[in-house]
């Protein structure tokens, strides 16, 4: 019983470290608290009435800004490519707890008790060990999701308030708060351009340092 037990702490964590749980951004405005996601009605009104000229409000679709630009892409890529990892290393875990325990109830119809005892304790230890360090790498990754998307609204700032001056623009709507608007005061696709020529993919994170096999001894 204390083998099964110290073995299902590792597994009833598993459906939280798959790659698609980890790797999902949350949709967050520019300060970065999360919000129910609402399209406007978008509708064609050639003449939208300008001042001097200009349309003094633009629109924005923030997921689609950062979802479709290189920095947003790469971001994506990188993580799933984590994701990955991380569930291939959970699943490799998962089959390798498995045999040890298959293997110590084998032994416990041999070992005197109180030896039986001393190496489920010890495999107990080890799972619970294990799977805090899995808790941590998935939480590691949603946190880098997160960290990324806000420092490509921090660069998008001096972007969206260049695109605002040329337009005479005096505000911009997240598109999730408005019911209706004219296509035609939508900066998505040309501010992705402009963030794209100007930015281009971003940041490359460092290349992380391998972690140590779990219960392998330090170099």
Do not use: C
């Not at 405005?29 to 509708?43: A, K, N």
């Not at 490519?81 to 110590?104: C, P, S, T, V, W």
């Amino acid at each position: 019983a204390i083998l099964a037990s110290a073995l299902a702490v590792l597994l009833t964590a598993a459906p939280a470290l798959r790659a698609q749980d980890t790797i999902t951004p949350h949709k967050a405005d520019l300060s970065g608290r999360e919000v129910q996601v609402t399209r406007p009605i978008l509708v064609d009104t050639p003449g939208s009435p300008r001042v001097n000229g200009a349309l003094p409000v633009i629109t924005l679709d923030q997921d689609a800004l950062y979802v479709n630009s290189k920095w947003g892409q790469r971001v994506q890529a990188e993580l799933e490519r984590q994701g990955r990892e991380i569930a291939a290393e959970n699943d490799r875990l998962e089959k390798q707890f498995a045999q040890e325990e298959r293997e110590l109830t084998e032994l416990r119809k041999t070992l005197p008790p109180d030896e039986f005892r001393k190496r489920a304790d010890e495999f107990d230890t080890r799972v619970v060990e294990v799977r805090r360090e899995r808790v941590n790498a998935a939480r590691e990754l949603q946190t880098r999701a997160n960290d990324e998307r806000n420092a490509f609204f921090r660069a998008a700032l001096p972007v969206l308030a260049a695109v605002m001056r040329e337009r005479g623009a005096v505000a911009v709507l997240d598109q999730r708060s408005v019911f209706v608007a004219a296509d035609s005061i939508d900066v998505t696709e040309a501010l992705i351009q402009r963030m794209d020529t100007d930015i281009g993919a971003g940041p490359a994170a460092p290349a992380p340092t391998p972690a140590p096999a779990p219960g392998a001894a330090p170099a």
